[in-house]
């Protein structure tokens, strides 16, 4: 189980000057990213950042809402709760309770898929690593213990090879990310943003 800390995590100041980003992770084929993981800090409202060819699913993990205005439809960005959409999509954020940080899982579709959900305690499960793909563990609240390894809030752990003992008391939370990787003659090559 590879871990990266939050506290090891590099603020990079957007252009506009509206949040900061912290890459956790991404991976790599040869020639191209095939997904990212990061957090961001959100501190005004303002446009969303192109990102054509990949899909989006965001999370806010803490913090108050967020109205994403787009052409089609408004979508409401809450608390624990995973949203999906085109990268492309022209979106604009509104700020409905103050600043707030998200996390964001992107994906290229043609490579790769992917889906997050909420993990509450009280719990314990196994976690491995899918055959062709990724599975990782962003914590939400409290201190979730990997082969009793504790886990602050901001941690992201991947699995490996082996199975790892997942154990989550009534307090602890998480978000389990899992990708699917669909070409599986194109290497992707995990990159941590701790190394």
């Not at 980003?21 to 191209?32: E, H, L, S, V």
């Not at 809450?78 to 707030?100: E, K, M, Y």
């Not at 941690?155 to 307090?171: E, G, H, I, V, Y």
């Not at 669909?182 to 090559?189: G, N, P, R, V, Y």
């Amino acid at each position: 189980m590879q871990v990266v800390k939050c506290t090891e995590l590099t603020d990079l100041p957007w252009k506009n000057g509206g949040g900061i980003t912290r890459n956790i992770a991404k991976g790599r084929t040869t020639d191209q990213v095939a997904w990212t993981i990061s957090r961001a800090d959100v501190a005004q409202d303002g446009p969303f950042s192109d990102f054509a060819g990949m899909i989006r699913i965001l999370t806010v993990v803490s913090g108050g809402k967020m109205a994403l205005i787009t052409p089609e439809k408004p979508l409401e960005a809450t608390l624990w709760t995973p949203i999906r959409f085109d990268g492309g999509l022209p979106v604009s954020a509104q700020l409905t309770d103050g600043p707030l940080t998200d996390l964001n899982l992107m994906f290229n579709p043609t490579l790769c898929d992917g889906q997050v959900k909420v993990l509450r305690g009280p719990m314990e499960k196994i976690i491995s690593s899918p055959a062709q793909g990724l599975r990782a563990l962003h914590v939400l609240a409290g201190t979730p213990r990997i082969n009793e390894i504790p886990l602050a809030i901001g941690d992201t752990a991947f699995a490996d090879d082996a199975d790892q003992t997942l154990s989550m008391a009534s307090t602890d939370a998480a978000l389990e990310i899992r990708l699917t990787y669909l070409d599986q003659t194109e290497a992707i090559k995990l990159c941590s943003a701790a190394r």
